[in-house]
């Protein structure tokens, strides 16, 4: 059966659209290939039907029933999904990535209790490259609440794949949820030695976390670091809402700043993030709050009248 991550599709997805072969299929593999395509240029009726000729044409391909069967999960026909990729199970039984990729389906429709049996079954079947598998596992009983079993998975995605900085930082956010803060800010530590680039959102989090445990300074230098290191990044990398983004950071500054009593640098830290996004609500209301601690009862019932203005808009929209 061939192999595909649903990571690789995805992929694909957002690199553009693919242009089909010209010729038309005349066999069970060009008709799976064509419906390769069509799924990378998001086609899922088309890629549907190929997937349909190619089981026509030869009625024991796996993995032509899985293929249709991702097809279907991206159209969110779950019912359809389950019933192809059970044929693909019953065809080829000791393909542990048809297991993962039903797991994956049975978590969308919300069959939680299927999709650990699923998740299993792929380790099972695959122990030695499963990391990603473990890491799924690990994310829905951390979904499920259970906690000690969310940090056991990614604990086993770390030992199979110590380079990921995804998994420290799950694990981290499991342990903040357990109250380990300690262990947490070693994972968000950890994430951002072994990602020296993308790891804004690992300082966002550890910061949020420095926060709550009153380390104020640590705060304020992670919030910083996230600025810094999200603005160094390429245009075509940063979220195409940067400014918001940026603001986010700002804001969060500036409530460890209110919270220090320095009322000037968040002051400072909010004004910046409305300037950034001027329509961004928390700041604007962050902003008054400070100036009532001020004593600017004017400005701060100014920033007041445009949050709850922003607030009609959101609402009538």
């Known amino acids: 059966m061939r192999r595909f991550p649903l990571s690789i599709l995805l992929l694909f997805l ?70 192809d990729y059970a044929k693909a199970i019953e065809l080829d039984p000791k393909n542990g990535l048809t297991y993962k990729w039903r797991a994956q389906a049975r978590v969308k ?32 009983k951390r979904e ?24 420290y930082a799950q694990r981290a956010d499991s342990k903040e949820a357990k109250k380990d803060y300690e262990g947490a800010i070693a994972d968000y530590t950890k994430a951002i030695e072994i990602n020296t680039k993308y790891v804004s959102q690992h300082y966002e989090s550890r910061g949020q976390l420095r926060h709550k445990m009153n380390d104020l300074d640590g705060a304020i230098a992670d919030f910083a670091k996230a600025i810094e290191t999200y603005s160094a990044l390429p245009a075509y990398v940063r979220a195409s809402d940067q400014n918001m983004t940026i603001a986010r950071f700002y804001w969060r500054s500036g409530n460890v700043r209110n919270d220090k009593k320095d009322f000037d640098g968040a002051l400072a830290d909010f004004t910046k993030a409305i300037e950034l996004a001027p329509n961004f609500i928390p700041a604007y209301k962050s902003r008054a709050n400070t100036y009532r601690a001020t004593g600017k009862t004017s400005l701060a019932e100014a920033d007041e009248r445009k949050a709850a203005e922003l607030e009609s808009l959101n609402t009538i929209k």
């Open 144 to 167: 499920m609440n259970d906690l000690d079993g969310a940090i056991a998975d990614f604990t086993k995605a770390i030992e199979l794949y110590p380079k990921s900085d995804r998994n």
């Open 14 to 83: 957002l690199v553009g659209n693919v242009t089909y072969a010209q010729t038309e299929p005349t066999s069970a593999a060009d008709y799976e290939k064509r419906g390769d395509e069509r799924v990378l240029d998001s086609n899922y009726e088309g890629a549907i039907a190929d997937f349909t000729k190619a089981i026509e044409l030869n009625p024991k391909s796996a993995g032509a029933y899985a293929s249709r069967a991702n097809a279907r999960t991206y159209k969110k026909d779950y019912e359809g999904a389950m019933t």
């Open 109 to 140: 429709k919300g069959d939680y209790q299927g999709a650990l049996a699923d998740f299993t079954k792929a380790i099972e079947l695959e122990p030695i490259n499963s990391s990603d598998t473990y890491n799924d596992r690990a994310q829905l």
